[in-house]
């Protein structure tokens, strides 16, 4: 594994870990935001429903892979009963981006943590998630230069 630390040559990048292992890259930038957004976990996904990368507990991580085709374009309507079912439970915690990166589509996706009654969940997952889709797409394009 390579990565460096970043001792503030820039007040732009903010990044203390650093790899050029596309694969160890991701998974700083999602462990960053899965911190951050105090997420529960947070997956790059491709469209098939596999893991790319992913910051959190692997079983999660790969429940969220699998699902976030169906999350992202809404075919769960069609499934069964149990589908549907899982879906929707995950839809209320569940945050999708769609990113497309040298033409090919990938997903982001993130589960907040549960917090108590009362107490919205993952406030501010929206920039949270703007952020790491940004970091994402720079990351790939790079490995696919």
Known sequence: MNHVGLSGTSAEDRRRRRSADPLVALHYQLSETRSRGELDAIV?????????????????CEELAAYAPLLADGSWASMTDSVT????????????????????????????QRRGEG???????????DQAAAGISRILESAAA
Do not use: F, N
């Open 44 to 60: 790059v996904a491709d469209t098939s429903g596999v893991v790319v990368a992913g910051a959190g507990s692997w079983p999660v």
């Open 85 to 112: 079912s899982r879906v929707e439970t995950l839809r209320r915690d569940v945050e999708i981006r769609a990113l497309v990166i040298g033409g090919q589509e990938v997903l982001l996706c993130a589960r907040r």
């Open 119 to 129: 107490r919205e969940a993952g406030e501010g997952v929206e920039r949270d998630l």
